[in-house]
T-cell receptor, first 118, second 114 residues
Framework: AQTVTQSQPEMSVQEAETVTLSCTYDTSESDYYLFWYKQPPSRQMILVIRQEAYKQQNATENRFSVNFQKAAKSFSLKISDSQLGDAAMYFCAYRSAASNFGNEKLTFGTGTRLTIIP | EAGVAQSPRYKIIEKRQSVAFWCNPISGHATLYWYQQILGQGPKLLIQFQNNGVVDDSQLPKDRFSAERLKGVDSTLKIQPAKLEDSAVYLC????????????FGPGTRLTVT
């Protein structure tokens, strides 16, 4: 079974600075997806960024980028120019790319609470 | 495009009572998921539907939890009888088709069992 570990329960960053959230995972599969989701106090999970394991290039979405190290099974999220609206719980998640029944669920880490200091 | 709708947003019940949650996925989305998120943890899948058929319910406590998706659209998740450890946020998500990577989440229902 796959596992996802987020070792930083809480992080804080000054507004406009850069912060990196860590995530490691364990899997025996070679093809999979990795995601970062944001969950604000409203509780709605919002997809921030995704990475396909077969792609060597790190994904970027505006101020959000990832550092994907497949061999190390590491998937960190970097937020540049942090804004007050970035304050939320951030979850790292894994999904198999296999199309078998039962492989489509997201496996989540325990989350990192990000605080933005004005 | 309307998002995933869930109701109620909050529910407080006593242990051994019953409760039901409702989810309306994004129009046209064939795959629907129910996740349970206990405080301090990430969401955990309870059940996945493809249209109105169950794809994965391996982590659903079937002695007390049940779910259905009539006509392949709306879904209801029921707990009967509830236990204290069922206190959690119940999230519904949908995706356009099987195998599509992106799941869209609703706002969730926060259940408190006293």
């Amino acid at each position: 079974a796959q596992t996802v570990t987020q070792s930083q329960p809480e992080m804080s960053v000054q507004e406009a600075e850069t912060v990196t959230l860590s995530c490691t995972y364990d899997t025996s599969e070679s093809d999979y997806y990795l995601f970062w989701y944001k969950q604000p106090p409203s509780r709605q999970m919002i997809l921030v960024i995704r990475q396909e394991a077969y792609k060597q290039q790190n994904a970027t979405e505006n101020r959000f980028s990832v550092n994907f190290q497949k061999a190390a099974k590491s998937f960190s999220l970097k937020i540049s120019d942090s804004q007050l609206g970035d304050a939320a719980m951030y979850f790292c998640a894994y999904r198999s790319a296999a199309s078998n029944f039962g492989n489509e669920k997201l496996t989540f880490g325990t989350g990192t609470r990000l605080t933005i200091i004005p | 495009e309307a998002g995933v709708a869930q109701s109620p947003r909050y529910k407080i019940i006593e242990k051994r009572q019953s409760v039901a949650f409702w989810c309306n996925p994004i129009s046209g989305h064939a795959t629907l998921y129910w996740y349970q998120q206990i405080l301090g943890q990430g969401p955990k899948l309870l059940i996945q539907f493809q249209n109105n058929g169950v794809v994965d319910d391996s982590q659903l406590p079937k002695d007390r939890f049940s779910a259905e998706r009539l006509k392949g659209v709306d879904s209801t998740l029921k707990i009967q009888p509830a236990k204290l450890e069922d206190s959690a946020v119940y999230l519904c998500a949908s995706s356009a088709r099987r195998g599509h990577y992106e799941q869209y989440f609703g706002p969730g229902t926060r259940l408190t069992v006293t």
